[in-house]
Structure formats: C-alpha cells, structure tokens
C-alpha cells in the first residue's frame, strides 16, 4: 500500500505522524542537497556510530511531530527520550541512510510501538516509493510470507559482515552456498518488510553483531504477524530495552523452521572458523540434524 495517513486509522497516531515526517524531510533534504552535504557526519549517534546531515535532519523533523503525542521515543541517534508515558516509540527515522545520501532508492522509516515495554504494533514506510507495511501483534496482517521453509532454492538477503574477525565471513558464504539468490540491500527494515509480504524469503546479519533494537523492533511485529519469524543467531531475546548499544544477529524468515535452518548454518559455520587453526579457512558446515530454535517473536545470481 501506498503511504497515506488515511489509510491507517487504526494505527497509533504518534506512529503515522513519526512515518509522515520522516518521508516529508528525507525528500526535502534530497531535493536541497546534495550527496556530499548529506553524507557530511555532523555528530555521534546514541549508539556511538556517525550520524550523517541527513540522519539529522529527518530525525529532527520526526521529533518535532511527535512532540504533541507525548511519548516516551528510543530513536537511533538520540537515544531515550523519557516523556513518562506508559507508551514507548522505537524508532529507525531513516534506515538506509548511506543509500539515501548517495541517491540509491532503498531507505525506510520503521517504527515499533512498546506498550508498558511489550511491542504491540509497527510500522515501515520504504521513504523512496512511499509503499508501507503496517501491523497489530492481535491482528492478521493484509499481506504473508512466501512460506517458504528450507535455505534450498531459497532467495536471501544478508548484511556484509561488518568485522574483521573469521567467523562472520565464513557465516556469510555458509548460508550464501545454501541459496538459490543472494542480495544486499543495506537496509535491514526495508528487507524485513520484503520478508513479510513475501518478495524475498529471508534475511540476517551472518553474526556480526551489528543489529539494534532500532533495526529490528518492527519486523518483531510485522514478520510474525504474516507468518515468519524473527530470531537471533546466538538466541538472544529481542526486548525492549532503552540502551542502544545492545547488539543482534538478526535473522527475518518467511517461517520459523526456515529462520531456524539459517540460525544452524550461520552459527556453526562462524563457530568452526572461530575455533579452528590460526590461518586455516574452515569450510562451511552443514548441520548434521535438524536443530530446535525457540522462536520469541542463491550462490547463482549473487
């Protein structure tokens, strides 16, 4: 669905005037700027990475509309913002904001509503095409998963690994081997929203522990709700929390036992390289049997 605020009358109102704000500025900095300006780093985020001119503008323009709404806000670079509210906003104003800078069409707005610190509801608005992605934890979703539930013949994105260290990598090209098509996109809310309506079947971050709840707080709303799942490599719970330097390894599957395969290969395959010979390159490993994984919430054509 094309973005309206119209559409969404059941929606929370601070989350559609948060989503409204964020399309309005981002392409109103794109209009007045160019790329360098707007990837010029101006501060440090709450999470203490760089916080681009254009991460700036469109977070402020989102904090003035929810100003009226009285809402306790979690957003990327700001961090808590305590209103004393029972109502929590977890906010990405502007994912995907190297794209955006550069004039790649794959940014998004995401928002999570936390109700006395339980996630009830989300919403994602991709800011270059205004299509958006709106769900109640209590509420079937208007769109579903491919259903899709084994990595064989599947279509994946991934994060880059974002470390140096072995594992990552060798996690990467585990799952990456396993697939049928591999993409990157950038723009982890973005993806988990093409999860959710089915467009691609599953997504992670092969263990680089680069995920914040910022990242990852919609999809727990959304992806779940149309029939997947969203997990952590290492089985660490997604919840709320207002400390932004807590990290994940995502993963966002069409079902859970697909999210549940990619949770296997990417652990033991990082695990193998992570404990093998110093200078050996271990070989990805396939899971021996089928591998329980509680659920809280191609190599052709890379």
């Known amino acids: 669905m094309t973005y309206s605020p119209d559409a969404y009358d059941d929606a929370h109102p601070a989350l559609t005037a948060a989503a409204g704000a964020s399309l309005t500025a981002y392409r109103e900095a794109r209009a007045a700027l160019g790329r360098e300006e707007l990837a010029q780093t101006v501060a ?8 681009m001119r254009i991460d ?4 402020d323009a989102v904090l003035a ?10 957003s990327e670079e700001s961090g808590w913002l305590d209103k004393g ?16 800078a550069a004039g790649v069409p794959l940014t998004a707005f995401a928002g999570a509503v936390a109700v006395a610190g339980e996630f009830t509801e989300a919403f994602t608005v991709w800011l270059d095409t205004g299509r958006s992605w709106w769900a109640h934890r209590d509420r079937p979703a208007a769109y579903r998963t491919s259903g899709r539930r084994e990595l064989a013949g599947s279509a994946l ?11 990552p990598a060798a996690a990467w090209w585990a799952a990456a081997s396993r697939v049928h098509r591999v993409r990157i996109l950038s723009t982890t809310c973005l993806e988990a929203a093409l999860v959710a309506e089915g467009a691609i079947d599953a997504f992670a971050d092969a263990c680089s522990d680069t995920h914040r709840l910022v990242d990852l707080a919609a999809a727990a709303v959304m ?14 719970p997604l919840s709320f929390d207002t400390d932004l ?6 993963v966002v599957a069409a079902t859970p036992q697909l999210a549940a395969e990619l949770v296997s290969v990417l ?25 329980s994984v509680p659920v809280p919430v191609s190599a052709p054509g890379i």
Request: overall charge negative; charged content about 20%.
């Open 223 to 236: 992806v779940p709700a149309a029939g997947g799942a969203v997990l952590d490599v290492r089985g660490r």
């Open 85 to 100: 509210s029972e109502v929590s906003l977890v906010i990405d104003p502007l994912d995907g904001s190297a794209n955006g």
């Open 65 to 74: 509309a929810l100003a009226p709404h009285h809402v306790n806000v979690l």
């Open 267 to 291: 652990a033991e395959a990082a695990d193998a390289a992570e404990t093998g010979p110093v200078g050996t390159a271990s070989a990805p490993v396939a899971p021996s049997a089928p591998v």
């Open 44 to 51: 440090e985020g709450a999470d203490g990475t760089p916080t």
């Open 245 to 250: 330097t807590r990290r994940w390894s995502g």
């Open 157 to 167: 994105s991934m994060l880059r690994p974002h470390t140096a260290e072995p594992g």
């Open 56 to 59: 700036r503008l469109v977070e």
